[in-house]
C-alpha cells in the first residue's frame, strides 16, 4: 500500500536536514525530502546509511507561498531547515499555515522567531496548530534547562550560557554572522534591553578553569521564549565556542561591521553579512564525534533568597537538533503535541521530555542542584 506521508523536511539536503533524516529514519516515520533540486536531495540523502531501506521520496519544489501551499497540503508537520530564515522563512511558514501544517524550524536567528510570534502566532493558534521557530539546539537546550530550573518555586532569573565546540555548516554561518546587523535584547526585570554592539565577555563555564570570551549571539532565543511569561523576570543569554581563535575573529567581524557597514541599508548589511558568512565556511562539515564535539549548558536560576543550577553536559548540538526535528514530527503524529500558537519547544511537548530524548540517545546528561 502506497505511504500516506504527513511529514516534510524541507531543506533536507543541507547538513542539518541530512542529520535530521537519520533521525527520522531511527523512528521509522516516512517522510518526504523536499527543496530547490530533486536530482542535489538524491544525492545528498544517498550519504545517509541509515536511510538504506527506509521510506522517503525525494521531491523538489519551487520555494514560493503558492507552490508550498500546495505541497504542504496534507501534511501534518513540516521542518523547515533553510536559512538563513530571516531572508528565506517566510514562504514556507504562510504555506504551512495555508494548508493547515504544524511548522517547526531550526533557526537561532532572534529577530525571526518575534517576527513569527507577532505575526503568525495568533493565526497557528486559531487553527490548532504549532508555530515553533528555534527547535535546535540553539535555542532549545537552554529552554529545556530553564524549565528545570523554573521548577523550583520562587525562581525568577534566568542566566543561561552555551558552550559549543563543532564545525559549522555554511547557512549556519551566514545565519549566525546576521547577528551583526541586528540588535540583541536580553529581559531585565520582564523589559528588553538592547546589549551594546560588538562587545564580548568574559564568562566561566561551570566545572572549568579558564575563562572563556562569549557574545549574545543574537541575543538568544530565551529572551524570546520568557518575555512574556509571568515566571520571569530577567533572562540573559550567551555564547562561548570553544575554539576560541575562531571565536575571536567572529568578534573582529561584529566590529569590522560596526567600523565599516552599520550605515548600509538592511539588504546591503545582509549582503555583507551572506558574503562574510560564505567565505568563512565553503564546506559541508563531517558528522560530529561526541569524544571531540561536545557541549555545555548551564542554566543558573535564581529567586529572591534561593538559586539553583541546571547544566547539560553534552555533545553533537547539530545532531541534537536532529533529534528535536525527528521528536517534534514523532509526538505531534501520536497526538503530543502540548500547546498550539507561538510555542517554545518545552511548551509544545515538555522539557523532561525533551531531555529524556537527548539522554536516552547519549546526546547530553543532566544536573541540577539547589545552591
Ligand atoms: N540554532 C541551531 O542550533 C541550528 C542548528 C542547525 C542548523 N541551524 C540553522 O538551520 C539552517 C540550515 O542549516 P544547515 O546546517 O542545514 O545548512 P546547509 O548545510 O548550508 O544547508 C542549507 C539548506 O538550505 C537549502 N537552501 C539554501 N538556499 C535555498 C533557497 N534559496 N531555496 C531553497 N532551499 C535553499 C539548501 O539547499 P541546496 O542543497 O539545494 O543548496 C540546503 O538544503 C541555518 O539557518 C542554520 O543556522 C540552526
Redesign the pocket.
Known amino acids: 500500500m502506497a505511504t500516506t506521508y504527513e511529514v516534510v523536511l524541507y ?7 541530512k542529520l535530521t533524516a537519520w533521525k527520522l529514519a531511527e523512528r521509522g516515520i516516512p517522510f518526504i525530502a523536499a ?3 530533486k536530482e ?2 538524491e544525492e ?1 540523502l544517498a550519504k545517509v546509511p541509515e536511510l538504506a531501506g527506509h521510506d522517503y521520496q525525494c521531491v523538489a519544489v519551487q ?1 514560493e507561498t503558492g507552490a508550498l501551499t500546495e505541497f504542504f497540503k496534507g501534511k501534518k508537520v513540516v521542518i523547515n ?5 530571516m531572508q ?1 522563512g517566510s514562504p514556507v511558514v504562510e504555506a504551512s499555515l495555508a494548508a493547515g501544517c504544524n511548522y517547526f ?5 532572534t529577530d525571526w522567531m518575534s517576527l513569527l510570534k507577532r505575526t503568525y502566532g495568533e493565526s497557528f493558534a486559531a487553527r490548532g496548530l504549532a508555530l515553533c521557530p ?1 527547535n ?4 532549545a537546550e537552554g529552554n529545556l534547562a530553564a524549565e528545570i530550573a523554573l521548577e523550583t518555586p520562587g525562581i525568577d532569573t534566568l542566566d543561561v550560557l552555551y558552550l559549543g565546540d563543532s564545525e559549522v ?4 554561518t ?3 554572522l546576521r547577528m551583526c546587523t541586528q540588535p540583541q535584547f536580553y529581559l531585565r526585570n520582564k523589559q528588553l534591553v538592547q546589549w551594546p554592539w560588538a562587545t564580548p565577555y568574559q564568562v566561566h563555564v561551570p566545572g572549568e578553569h579558564m575563562l572563556l570570551n562569549a557574545l549574545p549571539w543574537s541575543g538568544g532565543g530565551e529572551p524570546v521564549w520568557y518575555q512574556d511569561d509571568p515566571r520571569v523576570r530577567n533572562c540573559q543569554t550567551l555564547v562561548s565556542f570553544r575554539n576560541q581563535e575562531r571565536f575571536l575573529a567572529v568578534v573582529g567581524l561584529l566590529k569590522k561591521f560596526e567600523e565599516e557597514c552599520r550605515h548600509l541599508d538592511p539588504a546591503k548589511q545582509e549582503e555583507v553579512t551572506n558574503e562574510w558568512g560564505k567565505a568563512v565556511t565553503q564546506v ?1 562539515p563531517p558528522r560530529e564525534n561526541p569524544d571531540v564535539n561536545r557541549c555545555t549548558l548551564s542554566c543558573q536560576g535564581r529567586g529572591n533568597t534561593n538559586s539553583v543550577s541546571v547544566i547539560l553536559r553534552g555533545n553533537s ?2 545532531a541534537q ?1 536532529g533529534v528535536l526535528g525527528a521528536e517534534a514530527a514523532r509526538r505531534v503524529l501520536r497526538g503530543q503535541l502540548h500547546a498550539v500558537g507561538f510555542v517554545s519547544p518545552a511548551q509544545a511537548f515538555g522539557a523532561r521530555n525533551l531531555v529524556a530524548a537527548q539522554a536516552e540517545e547519549g546526546y547530553l546528561a543532566y544536573e541540577v542542584k539547589s545552591v
Open positions: 531543506g533536507a539536503s543541507g547538513y542539518t536536514g527543496g530547490r533540486s542535489r536531495l545528498e520555494h531547515i533553510v536559512g538563513p530564515f528565506l524550524d531550526t533557526t537561532g536567528e528555534g535546535s539546539y540553539m535555542w555548516s555554511v547557512a549556519s551566514m545565519s549566525f559541508e548540538p547539530y537538533t
